[in-house]
């Protein structure tokens, strides 16, 4: 993938940590869009040390002026995108039942699990279509596969998610646009580094989960016996966005260690 030029919108923290960095290590052009600006610059400079060409943008990809400025950033920079990966996502209320959601969450949640994911995809369709190639590697969950309880505005975003990339590889493919999925299990960070300031796995969950009964619940779930890390993920959105996977779309790629429901 070398020379491509790669967006990672999310980029900065744990699993968009472990994408960037697997891309960086392809030597690519690398444009880290995230909220958190001081991370994406952190991950910035570690990619370039791995030989890649790192911008770091701020951006709030729900918010679609930005998303447009993160794009022409891109285009200015390193004139051409051939990739790319949209991470940002997450559940404001993890584990509570449906009606113990806050009413204001609903919408919160959905935005920002399928609005950004609508404002990233959007903003470099045209210059994919104009180029005839391009391939876009969405994050989902497996959560929603299993209809895991305490997550059903985020499962339902998560398949809105996969829906959506179905249609788009049928309506693009004759442009040359490939669209794919991921679905992690439970990816958990390994060290600080891994963690913007503000990132809610470095204040509520994290690495306090390292070694925890919830640990070991999950591992227990899973074929692989580890829980996931930033770079298993990393390495398939490589490979989906990569020419090997060149007759590979509308699909999603469970990346979970054999997790069952
Ligand atoms: N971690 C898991 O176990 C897991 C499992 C399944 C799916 N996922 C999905 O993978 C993706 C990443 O999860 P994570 O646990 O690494 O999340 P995370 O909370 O670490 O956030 C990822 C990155 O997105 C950035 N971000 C947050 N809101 C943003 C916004 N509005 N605009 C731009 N950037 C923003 C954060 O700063 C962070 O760098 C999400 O879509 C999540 O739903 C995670």
């Not at 999310?10 to 690398?30: K, Q, R, T």
Request: with cysteine; net charge neutral; glycine share 12%.
């Amino acid at each position: 993938m070398r020379g491509k030029t790669v967006i990672v919108s999310g980029g900065g923290s744990n699993i968009g940590y472990g994408i960037s960095l697997a891309f960086a290590e392809e030597a690519v052009n690398l444009v880290i869009g995230d909220i958190d600006e001081a991370q994406a610059r952190k991950v910035a400079r570690k990619a370039q040390a791995l030989g890649a060409q790192a911008l770091a943008v701020k951006c709030d990809a729900r918010e679609n002026d930005q998303v447009s400025a993160m794009v022409k950033k891109a285009l200015d920079e390193f004139k051409e995108v051939d990739v790319l990966v949209n991470v940002v996502g997450g559940a404001s209320d993890y584990g509570l039942p449906f009606t113990e959601k806050p009413r204001e969450s609903w919408r919160s949640d959905l935005d920002l699990n399928i609005i950004s994911f609508l404002n990233c995809t959007r903003a470099v369709l045209d210059h994919m279509i104009e180029r005839k190639r391009g391939s876009v590697v969405s994050i989902a969950s497996e959560a929603q596969k299993h209809g895991e309880p305490g997550l059903s505005i985020y499962n339902g975003a998560k398949a809105a998610i996969i829906a959506m990339t179905r249609t788009l590889a049928r309506e693009y493919g004759e442009h040359g646009i490939r669209f794919n999925v991921i679905a992690p299990g439970i990816i958990l960070p390994t060290s600080d580094e891994e963690m913007g300031e503000l990132n809610g796995w470095r204040s509520g969950l994290g690495l306090s989960l390292r070694g925890s009964d919830f640990e070991a619940t999950m591992v227990a779930r899973c074929a692989i016996k580890r829980l996931g890390r930033p770079g298993d993920i990393g390495k398939a959105a490589v490979f989906l966005a990569s020419e090997c996977a060149g007759y590979i779309t509308g699909q999603t790629l469970s990346v979970t260690g054999g997790m069952i429901g």
